[in-house]
Each structure stands twice: as C-alpha cells, then as structure tokens.
C-alpha cells in the first residue's frame, strides 16, 4: 500500500500540470459547445461571430500564462500586417504557442492558423475547438488558402520530432522539411521566425529514446509523455521576418523553387537558431530559468 501509495505521488508530482493542461484545453471546448448551443451559432468557425468566446478563452489562457509562467511577449510589431508564415522551436508541450495565440488575440484581436500534426484531429471531442482557433491540417492546399485569406499561417517543422526528441539542448530537428518555403513562396510573403524561452525547462522528455523513438517512426503517435510544469519564466520572441524577394518573376521562381525553397529554408532554419543562441542558455538550467521569474531588468 505504501509503494502503490508513493507511486501515485510521484505520478502525480510528474504529470500533474501536462494533466491539468488537457483538463483545461477540454474545458474550453466545453465553453464553445455550450455557447454554440445556446445562441444557436452556426457560422463559419473562422468568422468574427465566435469572436466574443474566443475573447474569454484567450483571456483564460493569458490569466494562466502570466500567473504561471510570468509570460512575456517580445517582437509583435516584427508581425506583417497581412499575411505571413511564422515558424516556431517546437517545446514538449506547445503551451508557450497556445500563450502566443491568446496575447497576439487580445492585443491585436488577430487569428493565426496553426498547422498541426494529424494525431491531433483524431484526439475525441476537440472538432469545435480545433476549428474556432483555426488548427488546419498541413497541407500546401489549405496554407495557400490561409493565406490567401490575409491570415498569418504557423508551423513548427520540427513538429512531434522535435517535441519528443529534442532536449535542453535545443537542437532543431527539421530534417528535409522545407515545404514550408515553398509555400511561402508561391503565396509570395514573409517568414517571421519565433522561439520561446526556457520551453524545455518548464516541460520535458525522458531521457531514454531509442525504443520509443522507433515506435513513433513506425506509427507516427507520440506514446511518450511529457512531464514537469514547472512554473519557469517564459518569454517568445518574434524575429525580424525574411522577406519574399518582388523581383522574381513567375517563371523564374518556378525554375528555381527546389533552390529557392532550400534557401528559404536555411535561412529560416539560421533565424530561429540565433533567436534560440541570442535569447536561450544552452544547456537550459531549470533553477535559472525559474529565477528568471524574478528578474524585472531582463527584457
């Protein structure tokens, strides 16, 4: 009894705020159903009707964000006012992405599509949810229409990869991925790079990979879980955007997108690496980043 009792203790002391994250991403869901219901909404879950709850939830989540991890956001004004690609360092849990997407709402009543990986649309009874705060599948189809649209589109090439398989290194697991360019330069706009710091100290992985990193290649779920919460100071910078060049022409950047898209690529690849050098201590210290809570000069 004493060892099932310690057991439970730990499980509990590891887990519990990844737990009650999820706990709280299903209540929200809960509010959109309930507010669905209740005023009969049936518009377009992108249109400005669902404005007024997505004003609540994003206020929650900004509650949460500056009480738990004193949450800061830097570099807003590095935001293209119309469309654009935001690539982001992909933490064990991208709680530091949810806080970016309720602050960039309530200061600039902005949406931002989120590309996410396609387990999450088959996790149970998240559909409204994922469809009011603009979560697409990766497609090239529905990022061009994004952004079409005038919406910013955001990715993390590194996806899953990254969110299990890096550590507090912070190394970057992109691999070939450069779709992402392309896209940007079809849709003709910028990449704004973007890194939150100390996201691996807040939320980590265990440290044995080797097996469940083969059993994600083979089946592409993440049976790893994370564990942490602790309340360590978060802060996402948003860099200087890399523009699209106007001078290439149509037929040129047709000839030339397998170059240009690995260019883009390293380029933006290069951008997030220095906002991680410029902004992260490598390795991540945990009792330096929750002394960072207290460190009013640092901006």
């Not at 057991?7 to 519990?16: T, Y």
């Not at 996410?116 to 009874?125: E, M, Q, T």
Request: net charge positive.
């Amino acid at each position: 009894l004493i060892i099932a009792s310690l057991a439970i203790s730990a499980i509990l002391v590891f887990f519990i705020v990844p737990l009650t994250i999820v706990f709280f991403i299903y209540v929200s869901n809960i509010l959109l159903l309930i507010y669905q219901r209740n005023n009969e909404v049936k518009a377009d879950p992108l249109s400005d009707v669902w404005d007024s709850v997505r004003k609540t939830i994003a206020s929650f989540w900004d509650i949460y964000a500056r009480i738990w991890h004193g949450y800061e956001l830097h570099g807003v004004e590095n935001l293209p006012e119309g469309p654009g690609i935001l690539v982001y360092y992909h933490g064990a849990i991208p709680i530091d992405y949810l806080y970016f997407l309720s602050r960039l709402f309530l200061w600039k009543k902005r949406l931002c599509l989120s590309v996410a990986d396609n387990f999450v649309f088959r996790l149970p009874g998240l559909k409204l949810l994922l469809e009011v705060t603009g979560v697409i599948p990766g497609t090239r189809e529905e990022c061009l229409v994004g952004l079409k649209n005038g919406y910013l589109v955001s990715i993390s090439p590194g996806g899953v990869r990254e969110a299990l398989f890096s550590d507090e290194s912070y190394q970057l697991m992109w691999g070939n991925r450069k779709g992402f360019a392309q896209v940007a330069l079809e849709a003709k706009v910028p990449i704004i790079p973007m890194y939150t710091q100390n996201v691996r100290e807040g939320y980590r992985m265990f440290k044995e990979r080797r097996f469940f990193r083969q059993l994600y290649e083979s089946t592409r779920l993440p049976f790893t879980p994370p564990y942490g919460g602790l309340p360590v100071k978060f802060r996402t910078y948003i860099g200087k955007p890399i523009p699209y060049d106007p001078n290439i022409t149509a037929e040129e950047l047709v000839e030339k997108v397998c170059k240009g898209k690995f260019l883009f690529s390293f380029q933006t690849k290069t951008a997030v690496q220095a906002l991680i050098s410029k902004h992260q201590t490598i390795p991540g210290n945990i009792w330096k980043a929750l002394l960072e809570r207290f460190d009013k000069r640092r901006k």
